[in-house]
């Protein structure tokens, strides 16, 4: 009988431990799922969470800085507010490659001649289109620009004046939403770096980056 009665309660033990365990299998599961489901909202909450700053010609933005710039929307033909920031600005023989490679098949582009004194120089950007209306076919990372002088007039160098055109070179992808990165692309004069890049629409809101070691805060 004893014997009886302990084996009847070793059963009843496994059985329990293999009830517990089963459950412990099963809530981890379930939490791992909800974990991977859980990924792309993080995702989205990390592009959502860029703030900008508001910028101007005597109070310009450091590379890596976000700042505010207008964007237009072609779906209901009006200016939106986006967040873009300078990555890095590379200027010579690797500025000049990446333009090459660009315009490889499109000679819209000339470079500059050997005996030119102006160098290229291309501009790494991002740009955050959360909340800029994309409509069905989403929109470009491109974004107006434009080199000027640090006083925001035409570029000057050594006595001379030059005119500045920028080239966006973006990857030609649309997207809806989230942050990506574009290029921008310009000549200027060897040795000059005291200039101003700003991003964003003419006449309305734009960012204002600069690499110059001048005091901009101090224009007139």
């Keep these: 009988m004893k014997r009886l009665l302990a084996a009847a309660a070793a059963a009843l033990v496994l059985v329990s431990l293999c009830a517990c365990s089963g459950e412990k299998t099963e809530e981890s599961l379930s939490e791992k799922s909800v974990s991977s489901e859980a990924e792309p909202e993080k995702e989205k909450s990390e592009a959502s969470s860029v703030r900008a700053v508001s910028s101007s010609l005597t109070s310009p933005l450091a590379l ?49 001649s050997d005996d030119s004194s102006d160098v290229w120089v291309t501009a790494e950007y991002e740009i955050c289109l959360d909340g800029f209306p994309a409509g069905k076919s989403g929109t470009d990372a491109g974004i107006v620009s434009f080199v000027t002088g640090l006083d925001g007039n035409t570029l000057e160098y ?13 990857d030609g992808k649309y997207y809806y939403e989230g942050v990506h990165r574009g290029s921008i692309a310009f000549t200027i004069p060897s040795g000059c770096r005291d200039y101003m890049l700003s991003l964003g629409e003419y006449g309305e809101t734009q960012a204002f980056f600069t690499q110059s070691t001048k005091n901009t805060l101090s224009l007139e």
Aim: net charge positive; glycine share 4%; aromatic share 12%.
């Design 158 to 170: 050594s006595g001379k004046k030059y005119s500045v055109t920028t080239i966006n070179i973006t």
């Design 64 to 112: 890596q800085e976000w700042g505010n710039a207008a964007k237009f929307s072609t779906l209901d033909q009006k200016y939106y507010t986006v967040p873009v920031r300078i990555l890095k600005v590379i200027t010579g023989s690797q500025a000049e490659k990446t333009v090459r490679d660009y315009t490889k098949e499109n000679k819209t582009y000339s470079l500059p």
